[in-house]
């Protein structure tokens, strides 16, 4: 490039247009600033009780707020915590040995529940955008309507399932179909909307991309499985991450169907609480608390980017 040209490239745009840009960006500047000012003060108790529920998990007392100051801290509460003790107030014991054994089980519950959303909703969702067959339309929308429905209101038709199937497993394998089945149900609440967000990806690869494949002569499922996967690698990544919290944080079908057999780190803490605030000791329980919130926290502060695009990729229809 000769030197007039590079010296054209570095021509000064006209002022009216400098002045154009410069008040666009501003207008802009300011419009996100006022609303994170204003997300900011919503969700300002919010992250106070989170603060004050982790600084407690460290604390000889369960803060309130003035005495944030005064509390002694240390890592005793998160020793007993992984020990399986929980030292009373009034004298009494409430002891498990099996904290590992919970966090285990909950990781179990949690990353099932994610393989099977994730292997159900990327092969429905490229069928759905992909195959015109007979019904689909109507089948699309049922999902949908299932959706709407809570999980809370389905969980009596659920149970009374999980009561006739249980006349033909047998008595050894009890615990493994039980963990089986929950696994299951609550994965069956996350798989309607995961396959209209799978469809969303799907839709917006061009469809040149899978016919040039299609031609050279490749079978629809190797198509599916090396060209269109790696191309939608950020929505099964959102979805997985998801259906892991979905999993991670249920509380009512855990209880229904595993407690007392298999605990969560859920049923753990209600069965803290259950025996009475006046002889659990706290400090302890908000340890259990944190510990139940690091994958959340996690999860919102590494994927923002990522869940953005879930959500704009699953609009489309």
């Known amino acids: 490039m000769s030197l007039v040209s590079r010296l054209r490239g570095l021509r000064p745009r006209p002022p009216a ?10 207008r802009r500047g300011r419009l996100s600033l006022v609303l994170a000012i ?3 003060l919503a969700g300002l108790p919010l992250i106070l009780l989170y603060s004050m529920l982790v600084l407690s998990s460290f604390a000889d007392r369960m803060l309130s707020g003035p005495d944030i100051f005064e509390a002694r801290y240390s890592l005793d509460n998160w020793r007993l915590l992984f020990e399986g003790r929980l030292a009373p107030a009034s004298g009494q014991t409430y002891t498990t040995r099996d904290i590992l054994m919970i966090i285990a089980n909950t990781f179990i519950v949690a990353l099932g529940v994610t393989v099977v959303v994730v292997f159900v909703s990327v092969l429905a ?5 992909r195959m015109r067959f007979w019904g689909r339309t109507r089948l699309m929308e049922f999902l949908i309507l299932l959706h709407a429905f809570p999980g809370v209101a389905l969980i009596i038709a659920v149970y009374a399932v999980y009561v006739w199937s249980l006349r033909f497993v047998p008595r050894d394998w009890f615990v493994p179909y039980t963990v089986l089945y929950t696994v299951l149900a609550r994965a069956a609440l996350e798989i309607p909307m995961s396959i209209w967000l799978m469809k969303g990806f799907f839709d917006k690869i061009p469809w040149e991309v899978e016919w040039s494949a299609l031609v050279d002569g490749a079978s629809r499922f190797t198509v599916w499985r090396k060209i269109m996967l790696p191309l939608v690698r950020p929505g099964i990544a959102a979805l997985a991450i998801f259906a892991f919290l979905a999993g991670w944080e249920d509380l ?8 007392p057999h298999v605990k969560t780190l859920a049923t753990y803490i209600e069965e803290v609480l259950g025996t009475g605030t006046e002889t659990a000791y706290l400090p302890v329980v908000a340890a259990a608390g944190t510990l139940y919130l690091i994958p959340t926290i996690v999860f919102f502060v590494a994927t923002q980017r990522l869940l953005l695009q879930a959500l704009s990729g699953g609009v489309k229809a």
């Open 17 to 26: 247009q400098r002045g154009a840009w410069d008040v666009e960006t501003i």
């Open 38 to 40: 204003v997300l900011g």
């Open 125 to 129: 969702g490229y069928a759905f955008s």
């Open 252 to 259: 009512i079908y855990v209880h229904v169907f595993l407690y």
